[in-house]
């Protein structure tokens, strides 16, 4: 039996709308201090996922939501969980209250971004925990009191583990992407977490499917949950234009380069670590402004490489799989897979990137002659159909892609200033790293194949402790 009961589906576009008989943020119960942050924010009308959800939600019912990604979702849990936290602003030292598990890195920052000016304008302070980032920081920051933890549920665990994290207090917990954390064979961890908090916590998942182990946490729980489905026209359909190109080996970096060149921000999407260094160097040396990421770089490197895309002065992102559910960037407008991906879900994630709330976009596979076949069953599971065409460089159908491409306008972020130390350089002290009591891994990493070893991770291989870097995986 469905989880979704067809009496809780919002069969309605997934779009802000005008129309006056929509509800205002207003008439759906936020308070006026956060109407007002959003509006300078820009955002004054309500996604669909939003209008529907949020009402059940403020009255502190338990919410279920089925949404994709882009279509509104962050605030859809986070608009009431700051709402609620609001009504008893604490100060000092405190344990956190709200609580936000997600699968990876990158999603635990965009969601900070999305949440903390708004919660600043409340009075609540949101922390971000994650690994991959310095330990002893996250520690600092939970001494002197958080109120929202959005976290991975690794590094949670280990700074739970370590005292240094107390969930006793939350009284709303959020689960984003949890059909992701699944995949990921997360869930283990996020049911320790959520048997740390309140059992009475009031709980909001967000998931894009909801079978298998997504329907066993929503069982064990939540408590009667109001449930909320956005459906849109692009449901039936793939909203991405979605085309196929059959090369030779020879004229396959050519092709790439010839279509990263296209106006617009592109991700592309290459199988290995090692293939993603080698491809952006190989798309820098054309002069294209490319940054690349996966699962072997350290967190900053990958969140100013992220900056750099998000902000359009490096339109074009090479990444692995890490990237496919992620990076959550509005206005790509074309995915190029450069190596298929491992599988039809694979596929869906990674093209998933482009098309996203309401845009248009285009989806290229670079095959060479024996990947066909296997692309072909691909696409029939992915529910697209593209014909595969022959292709060199230079032809008229990758010129006219090319073509089509609509520039978009970098945006300078104000440069961070830096103050020197004074006194020289400072000794580390004992103490400002905590020992890690368990291993210190990251939840975020691992993606469909791709391993880190930097943060420990569990999983069939581990490489934690080795003192050396494992091999790149080559295949599945």
């Not at 996604?47 to 882009?70: H, N």
């Not at 009504?87 to 635990?108: C, M």
């Not at 402004?289 to 992220?306: D, F, S, T, W």
């Not at 990444?319 to 509005?330: E, L, M, P």
């Amino acid at each position: 039996m469905s989880l979704i009961d067809p009496v809780d589906v919002v069969d309605v576009p997934n779009t802000t709308s005008e129309d006056p008989t929509t509800p205002t943020f207003a008439q759906l119960g936020l308070p006026q201090t956060l109407v007002t942050a959003l509006e300078r924010r820009g955002i004054r009308s309500p996604f669909a996922i939003q209008a529907s959800a949020l009402p059940d939600a403020l009255a502190g019912r338990d919410v279920l939501g089925k949404a994709a990604t882009g279509s509104g979702k962050t605030l859809a849990f986070g608009l009431p969980l700051l709402t609620r936290l609001a009504e008893d602003v604490q100060r000092g030292p405190r344990a956190p209250r709200g609580l936000v598990l997600v699968p990876t890195r990158e999603l635990a920052q965009q969601v900070a971004d999305n949440l903390a000016p708004l919660g600043q304008a409340l009075g609540l302070f949101v922390s971000t925990v994650y690994g991959g980032a310095p330990m002893h920081r996250q520690v600092q920051q939970l001494r002197r009191g958080v109120d929202v933890v959005i976290a991975t549920p690794g590094r949670l665990l280990d700074l739970m583990g370590q005292g240094e994290a107390d969930l006793s207090q939350v009284v709303v917990s959020v689960l984003d992407e949890a059909d992701f954390m699944a995949d990921l064979g997360f869930l283990p961890d996020v049911t320790e977490l959520l048997d740390a908090t309140d059992p009475s916590a009031q709980r909001l998942l967000f998931s894009a499917t909801l079978d298998g182990e997504v329907d066993t946490l929503v069982r064990r729980y939540l408590k009667d949950p109001a449930r909320h489905e956005v459906k849109s026209a692009a449901d039936s359909a793939p909203p991405a234009e979605h085309l196929a190109y059959s090369l030779a080996f020879r004229d396959k970096l050519a092709v790439a380069q010839e279509l990263a060149a296209r106006p617009g921000r592109t991700i592309v999407f290459a199988r290995t670590q090692l293939g993603v260094d080698r491809l952006t160097e190989n798309l820098k040396a054309v002069g294209i402004k490319a940054e690349a990421i996966h699962g072997g770089m350290p967190q900053g490197a990958r969140r100013r490489a992220l900056e750099e895309f998000t902000d359009a002065r490096s339109p074009v992102l090479v990444a692995t799989d890490v990237a496919a559910r992620g990076i959550h960037v509005d206005d790509v407008s074309l995915v190029l897979h450069y190596d298929p991906p491992a599988d039809a879900k694979t596929y869906q994630h990674r093209s998933g990137r482009t098309a996203r709330a309401g845009a248009s976009g285009v989806v290229v596979s670079l095959l060479l002659p024996d990947q066909v076949g296997q692309a072909k069953r691909r696409f029939r599971q992915a529910k697209v159909d593209p014909r595969v065409d022959r292709i060199r460089p230079g032809d008229a159908p990758i010129a006219e892609l090319v073509a089509s491409g609509v520039p978009v306008e970098p945006v300078e972020r104000p440069a961070r200033e830096h103050k020197p130390r004074s006194g020289g350089p400072r000794r580390p002290r004992q103490g400002d790293r905590p020992r890690r009591s368990y291993g210190e891994r990251s939840y975020g990493e691992r993606s469909y194949g791709e391993r880190s070893p930097r943060d420990g991770e569990r999983g069939p291989s581990r490489y934690r402790g080795q003192g050396r870097r494992p091999a790149e995986r080559t295949s599945r």
